[in-house]
């Protein structure tokens, strides 16, 4: 937890009780995501029991966005490390609704 000093952010965790709270990952970050001049805040946090795994510094899981069809909607899409490589989290029916190129380009499971 991050306090705004009216200079900085100061690590506010200890003082407010928390620092026994910890999972694999929390983080905030900030960007003009929209692109609308204003900054946009990606926060997440998730325990140890996920679903999603144990990420490392060298595999994390990640966060990918932008205009993956070329429509001008923004899309997100979570992937994590796999045998193979970088993989999405959710599989090809679920993307494939949301972004439907992924059908045309991996018409089976296979």
């Known amino acids: 937890m991050y306090?705004?000093?009216?200079?900085r952010l100061v690590d506010y965790t200890q003082h407010a009780g928390?620092?026994?709270?910890?999972?694999w990952w929390n983080s905030v970050?900030?960007?003009d995501f929209d692109h609308d001049g204003d900054?946009?805040?990606?926060?997440?946090n998730s325990g140890l029991n996920t679903k999603y795994g144990?990420?490392?510094e060298e595999h994390p899981t990640?966060?990918?966005y932008g205009d993956m069809e070329g429509d001008g909607s923004t899309h997100l899409i979570e992937a994590h490390w796999g045998p193979?490589?970088?993989?999405?989290?959710r599989g090809r029916s679920c993307?494939?609704?949301a972004m439907p190129f992924i059908a045309e380009k991996f018409p089976t499971y296979h």
């Open 54 to 56: 144990s990420p490392t």
């Open 39 to 44: 900054i946009d805040y990606v926060v997440m």
């Open 3 to 7: 306090r705004n000093d009216g200079a």
């Open 29 to 31: 970050t900030g960007g």
């Open 95 to 97: 993307s494939s609704g």
């Open 18 to 23: 928390l620092s026994h709270l910890h999972g």
């Open 84 to 89: 193979e490589g970088l993989l999405p989290f």
């Open 62 to 64: 990640l966060l990918f």
